[in-house]
């Protein structure tokens, strides 16, 4: 199983990015893949994730609104489309899998956050 992650970079606040996610050698009808990310100094923080089955979306409080994610399953590619970026969002960004019975909770296990595979993060950074 391999997860890449791509896409970061730095960016303006108020700027976009978009995030993919790569996944191959994976049972996508499994597991649904989530976002988490790392600033320095703090702990992991879970932002997002996508169900394989139905496509339902979760997304963390502090980027409801203003992050999107989404699947290609042809591609087994899941996208983070990051709008209205702020230097709070700044972070390394990793792709991890996500197993069904957690998805409803799995943006706000914080610390806790669990996954059985996950790929070499991407930074993002927001600054002016």
């Known amino acids: 199983v391999q997860l890449q992650a791509f896409g970061g970079g730095l960016v303006q606040p108020g700027g976009f990015l978009r995030l993919s996610c790569a996944a191959s050698?994976?049972?996508?009808?499994?597991?649904?893949i989530g976002w988490f990310r790392q600033a320095p100094g703090k702990q992991r923080e879970g932002v997002s994730c996508i169900s394989s089955r139905d496509g339902s979306t979760y997304y963390a409080d502090s980027v409801e609104g203003r992050f999107t994610i989404s699947r290609d399953n042809a591609k087994n590619t899941v996208y983070l489309q990051m709008n209205s970026l702020k230097p709070e969002d700044t972070a390394v960004y990793y792709c991890?899998?996500?197993?069904?019975?957690?998805?409803?909770?799995?943006?706000?296990?914080?610390?806790?956050?669990?996954?059985?595979?996950w790929g070499q993060g991407t930074q993002v950074t927001v600054s002016s």
């Open positions: 050698g994976l049972n996508v009808d499994y597991y649904g």
């Open positions: 991890a899998t996500v197993r069904p019975r957690l998805l409803r909770v799995w943006v706000h296990l914080g610390a806790n956050i669990e996954y059985d595979y």
